[in-house]
């Protein structure tokens, strides 16, 4: 393929570097987005909710992002992001000066990102060269992941695919292939799951949040009293996990012995421990309608924290409810 004619294909302005120029070894592949793919709406669109998403999760980190492309290379944002989604801390350092050490720091965050994701390194569609290579591709698709492992309700523009060229480097010269990269899900209405009453809440009514906190609030004080504790912060007070299990040993009939958990957990991944033991069990019972991550619970979102309380608040009142007409009270 002469030159001029991939430049052509590529839609590439004289004086940008070509796959020729970049010297693509024999047997190589590299992907290229043209111009007009990037400049695609829903493209631009899904570019923005991740860094608008990114920006928010980092805000008390005071991290602020303006280029995917740009600034996810090095693995600092990545790590802050991961460690942020994930509340665990990873053994990495937290300034990489050199090329080598943001290589090494890069490793280390997509490794522990992969094993969450329970991806094998050859199924994930990035890796350490694409994302230090600014690859924008990969970095779209490694945060999509990310987005819908952590952020599931984060609403992500459906069905992106954009146009992307193939580039292979082969004995007789440089091969092209155009080809349909899938960025999101293609969904339907009915594909989407369903909400529950508090994405209704938080989204038509949030002035009537703190009435339900409140209610909440008030009926956890009232299982808790007998074990002389009480709640004020329904935000805060659920993050660690250790009054949560307590609370559904209380109302379902549990022993925890105390080695099944931490009574005063000294990281977020004890944290988590205990937090991911309650959602099990609350499972166990069927009391999630609604899937909860763990890592919400102990990033202390308040959305998530109510899904779980208000489901042991729904059964032990409609209860309450029962064993009082059983007994003939009055209605």
Not at 11 to 34: C, D, F, M, T
Not at 140 to 152: E, S, Y
Not at 204 to 228: C, H, S, T, W, Y
Request: net charge negative.
């Amino acid at each position: 393929m002469e030159l001029e004619s991939l430049y052509d294909l590529l839609q590439l302005p004289k004086g940008v570097e070509s796959p020729a120029e970049e010297k693509l070894p024999q047997g190589g592949k590299k992907k290229y987005l043209p111009p007009l793919s990037r400049k695609d709406p829903r493209f631009e669109e899904l570019q923005k909710v991740l860094m608008e998403w990114i920006n928010a999760t980092l805000l008390p980190e005071h991290i602020v992002v303006r280029s995917l492309e740009e600034d996810m290379f090095d693995g600092l944002i990545l790590h802050h992001l991961f460690q942020k989604l994930a509340a665990l801390k990873l053994e990495a350092e937290d300034i990489a000066l050199t090329a080598a050490s943001q290589r090494h720091k890069l490793t280390v965050v997509l490794e522990a990102v992969n094993r969450s994701l329970q991806l094998e390194e050859r199924q994930a569609k990035w890796n350490v060269e694409t994302i230090f290579n600014k690859d924008l591709l990969s970095t779209l698709h490694l945060l999509v992941a990310l987005a819908k492992r952590f952020q599931p309700d984060l609403s992500l523009p459906t069905n992106v695919q954009v146009e992307v060229i193939t580039i292979e480097s082969t004995k007789s010269g440089l091969k092209s292939e155009k080809s349909m990269e899938q960025l999101t899900e293609c969904r339907t209405d009915k594909d989407q799951p369903p909400k529950d009453v508090f994405d209704e809440l938080f989204k038509l009514a949030p002035e009537k949040v703190n009435a339900v906190k409140e209610a909440i609030v008030n009926f956890v004080n009232q299982k808790l009293d007998r074990l002389g504790l009480s709640v004020q912060n329904l935000d805060t007070q659920f993050a660690d996990g250790v009054i949560l299990l307590l609370l559904i040993g209380q109302l379902e009939g549990f022993f925890l012995h105390l080695k099944e958990f931490y009574l005063t957990p000294n990281s977020p991944a004890e944290m988590l421990h205990n937090v991911t033991l309650a959602l099990e069990l609350l499972k166990e019972e069927g009391l999630l309608s609604c899937p909860v991550s763990p890592e919400d619970i102990v990033n202390k979102d308040a959305k998530s924290t109510l899904r779980v309380l208000y489901s042991l608040f729904c059964k032990h009142r409609q209860k309450a409810h029962t064993d009082a007409t059983l007994q003939g009270a009055p209605n």
